[in-house]
């Protein structure tokens, strides 16, 4: 079982930076592909970022390329999301999610954290 917990919301003016954090509660933590996604006030769940166990490889949804970067700190068993240049339509329900390398379901889910961004 993995436990993922985020933090670093908040209400935030467009054009402002917030960084996420997701700590995971696993000794399987190099074994885990890590993955942000959001969950629109439209209900809709999106892709935003994946790392591989390694954080050298990472991959971003076309919204968000150039604006967020993800990395993980294996020694902490963390993963960190830092959003720039934030935009209204960044607004969301942001969630950790983890999956075991190789695999096409993403298994694991944090709790969520709420990320408003204002005009």
């Known amino acids: 079982q993995v436990r993922l917990a985020e933090t670093g919301g908040g209400s935030v003016q467009a054009g402002d930076s917030l960084r996420l954090s997701c700590a995971a509660s696993?000794?399987?933590?190099?074994?885990?592909?890590m993955g942000w996604f959001r969950r629109t006030p439209e209900n809709e769940r999106e892709f935003v970022a994946a790392i591989d166990p390694s954080g050298k490889n990472t991959h971003y949804a076309d919204s968000v390329k150039g604006r967020f970067t993800f990395s993980r700190d294996n020694a902490k068993n963390s993963v960190y999301l830092q959003m720039n240049s934030l935009k209204p339509e960044d607004t969301a329900v942001y969630y950790c999610?983890?999956?075991?390398?190789?695999?096409?379901?993403?298994?694991?889910w944090g709790q969520g954290s709420q990320v408003t961004v204002s005009s």
């Open positions: 999610a983890a999956k075991v390398r190789g695999d096409v379901d993403w298994q694991y």
């Open positions: 696993t000794r399987a933590f190099l074994l885990l592909t």
